[in-house]
C-alpha cells in the first residue's frame, strides 16, 4: 500500500512509501499527516487533491542563469594551439600584465605556465597569440550573454517557461 506525509501548514508532499495494509495507520506526526495514496514529493495536498507545483520562472531568473552560465564559459578555460588555457579572471591580469611589460621591457617571461602544469618556452610573439585567443575568448562569452539576453527579451511573460539558452557556439 502507497502512503505520504504532507505538512499541516503547507500541504506539501514530504515523504513517501509503501507498507503493508496491516500495518497502515493514518496519523499526524510532527506538523505532518499521514495519507495512503500515490504521490510525488514536492506536490501539494489540497482539499483532499494532489496539484503539481508549477515553479514560477521570472525574466530576472533566467537573466542570472544566463550570466552565470557566461561566466562559467568565460572562466572555465579556453584551448591554445592544442593546449589548454587557464581563463580565469586572475590569470588572464597575469598574461595582460607579462604582455603590457614584455612590450614596454622588450623582456618576456621566459616560460609560461599552462593549464596543464606545464612551463613552456614562448617567444613574444607567442605571447601576443596566446593573449589574443584568451581575449578572442573572453569576448565570444560576452557575445554570447548578449545574444541570449536579446532572445530573452523577445520571449512573451506567457512563454518563459519555455525559454532555453542556446549552447556555446550555437549563435555566434
Known sequence: MDYFFYDLSTGEVTQVGQTSPEVFEVMVYAGRQKVAGVAKVGQRYIDGVLVDVVPVVTREHIAAKI?????????????????????????????KMAVDDGRSSG????????????????????????????RVHIQAAFAWEATELQRLASVADADLSHFTMAQFGAVL
Do not use: H
Open 67 to 95: 550570466a552565470d552560465t557566461r561566466w562559467q564559459y568565460e572562466t572555465g578555460g579556453t584551448i591554445w594551439q592544442g593546449k589548454p588555457v587557464n581563463t580565469e579572471r586572475d590569470a588572464v591580469a597575469l598574461l
Open 107 to 134: 623582456i618576456w617571461p621566459p616560460e609560461w605556465k599552462l593549464d596543464d602544469g606545464v612551463f613552456y618556452p614562448l617567444s613574444a610573439g607567442d605571447y601576443e597569440s596566446l593573449r589574443v585567443a584568451v
